[in-house]
Structure formats: C-alpha cells, structure tokens
Antibody, heavy 121, light 110 residues
Framework: QVQLVESGGGVVQPGRSLRLSCVAS????????MHWVRQAPGKGLEWVAL????????YYSDSVKGRFAISRDNSKNTVSLQMNSLRAEDTAVYFC??????????????WGQGTLVTVSS | QSVLTQPPSVSAAPGQKVTISCSGS????????VSWYLQIPGTAPKLLIY???KRPSGIPDRFSGSKSGTSATLGITGLQTGDEADYYC???????????FGTGTKVTVL
C-alpha cells in the first residue's frame, strides 16, 4: 500500500533553516508528481510546493517562493523541502502528498501523517 | 487569505443531506477541475472527490461533487456521525501558477 513518511520537523529559530524529507513506498515513485502542503495550528490547508515526476519543473506558493526549495531523489524514493529564512508564520504541520497520476486536474491522492515545524526564538 | 470561499460551517441531523459550496473565479474553478478533501482534526486530509465529480475507490456514493461556472459543490447524503470533519475544496489557479485550497467548512452532525 502507498506510504508517505515525513521527517525532519522540529523547533527552529527565526531566520534559520530546516530540511524536511518524505520517504515513499508502495508505488513507482519516479512516475508521480509530489507536493508539500502545510497547515498552521488551527488554520486551513495551504499548498506549498510541487515537483514534477522527473524533477524538471517546480512550483511554489508566493508565501515561500525564494525561501523554500523542493527536490527529489528518485533513486531513494524521497522528496525533500529545504526551508531557509524561516519565519514565525511558517509554523505548521507539513504534509507530503502524492499527485494523482490519472486525474485531469491537480489532485492529492495520498498523504503522509505530517511533521510539525515550529519557528520560535 | 484563500481565493476559494466556503461557508465556515454546515450542520444537519443524521440521515439528512448537506451541501458545501466553493466559490472561485475564472482563473481557478472556472478554468479547471476541482477536488474535495475531508480532514478529521489531528489527522491527514483524505481525498473525497476529484475532477469535479469522480470518487476514488472506497469513497461511498453518499458523497458527490459538481461544478458550474466558477463554483463547485460537495454533497453529502445520509449524514452519519462519522462525517463530522473539516472539508476543503481545491484547484489549480492559472493566474497564480499555484494550487489553492478553500477556506474550509466544518460539518456538524446534530
């Protein structure tokens, strides 16, 4: 079965960096686009970034553009999110999500359990 | 703030029907397909509806989706206590080149 397991969350000071990872299993990872979605405490869902199946294209929300970078290693079934210049408003649970390969639109068909990032001094 | 607007909450008695609206614009809902997600607080979201009205395997036909113009609607019939959750719509916005979620709707079973 599809499994997505995030790691790397924790408490970090404003302005510092953190790298999240998501290890995938149960499907052919190199054929799927992958996303990061976050949810601040008590708030709604916010899409963060997308990377194509082959890593050739990336998209970011305006709130993280220029500070965060999504990448993938298809040999290790891993997608990562490098977060730099962190701000208090980046505090959230970060979910890794798989893109639905057969859908006509952008769809997240499987989700990890999430990892909590807290930006605080 | 989200570009997709949903009612903050809806409620109904068990067995009844609820509908949740998702209002957008020509650069998002009016331009492409809509998905719906269910989230029980403290857990990961779950895909309910994709491509406006398709259900993934395992999702009962009590859940339905539709789209008209720049709005989409999620319907839940035969409401059950287990349906109590937060529901989000989402789609790609071509002007933003970004995915956008709705503001979220809390469903309460009375």
């Amino acid at each position: 079965q599809v499994q997505l397991v995030e790691s790397g969350g924790g408490v970090v000071q404003p302005g510092r960096s953190l790298r999240l990872s998501c290890v995938a299993s149960g499907f052919i990872f190199r054929t799927y686009g992958m996303h990061w979605v976050r949810q601040a405490p008590g708030k709604g869902l916010e899409w963060v970034a997308l990377i194509w199946f082959d890593g050739n294209s990336e998209y970011y929300s305006d709130s993280v553009k220029g500070r965060f970078a999504i990448s993938r290693d298809n040999s290790k079934n891993t997608v990562s999110l490098q977060m730099n210049s962190l701000r208090a408003e980046d505090t959230a649970v970060y979910f890794c999500a798989r893109g639905h390969r057969a859908a006509a639109g952008i769809v997240f068909d499987s989700w990890g359990q999430g990892t909590l990032v807290t930006v605080s001094s | 703030q989200s570009v997709l607007t949903q009612p903050p909450s809806v409620s109904a008695a068990p067995g009844q029907k609820v509908t949740i609206s998702c209002s957008g614009s020509s650069s998002n809902i009016g331009n492409t397909y809509v998905s719906w997600y269910l989230q029980i607080p403290g857990t990961a979201p779950k895909l309910l509806i994709y491509d406006n009205n398709k259900r993934p395997s395992g999702i009962p036909d009590r859940f339905s989706g539709s789209k008209s113009g720049t709005s989409a609607t999620l319907g839940i019939t035969g409401l059950q206590t287990g349906d109590e959750a937060d529901y989000y719509c989402g789609t790609w916005d071509s002007s933003l080149s970004a995915y956008v979620f709705g503001t979220g709707t809390k469903v309460t079973v009375l």
